[in-house]
C-alpha cells in the first residue's frame, strides 16, 4: 500500500500537518520525514510532492522563503496564518472521515439492527 490513492487524497494534509509540527521545511525533508514516520510504508514523490506545494502556495495556504544553502537556493515552505487554520480544519474532517471508515469497516455489533 506505499502509494495508495487514500494517501494521494490527503497529501496535502500531510503537508499542512507536518509544517504546522516543524514550522518549515523544504521539499525533499517532507519526504523524508515521511519516510521516517511511516518507516519506508509511504513514500511521496517528487512529482506529487512539488504540484501539492505548488497549489497550496497559490491557495494562500503556504508561504515561500527561498534561502543560499551550499551555494544552492532553497526554498523553505511554511503555512501562513490562513494555513494554520486550514489545518485545523482539515485534520479535524481527516479524524472524522478516519472515524466514520472505522465505524464502517469494524462496526460494533447492535442487536437492534436488523437486514
Known amino acids: 500500500m506505499k502509494n495508495s490513492q487514500l494517501y494521494k487524497g490527503s497529501l496535502n ?4 500537518k507536518l509544517l504546522e ?4 521545511m523544504y521539499g525533499y525533508e517532507i519526504t523524508q520525514k515521511v519516510k521516517q514516520i ?7 514523490t517528487e512529482g506529487a510532492l512539488y504540484p501539492a506545494l505548488h497549489k497550496l502556495e497559490a491557495d494562500g495556504v503556504l508561504s515561500v522563503e527561498v ?8 526554498k523553505y515552505y511554511k503555512l501562513t496564518e490562513h494555513g494554520q487554520r ?8 481527516l479524524e472524522e472521515f478516519i472515524r466514520n471508515m472505522q465505524t464502517l469497516v469494524n462496526p460494533a455489533p447492535n442487536p437492534d439492527l436488523q437486514f
Open 21 to 24: 509540527e516543524n514550522s518549515r
Open 86 to 93: 486550514e489545518t485545523v480544519n482539515r485534520l479535524a474532517e
Open 13 to 16: 494534509t500531510i503537508i499542512m
Open 67 to 74: 534561502e543560499r544553502v551550499d551555494n544552492r537556493l532553497r
Open 38 to 44: 511511516t518507516q519506508g510504508e509511504l513514500n511521496i
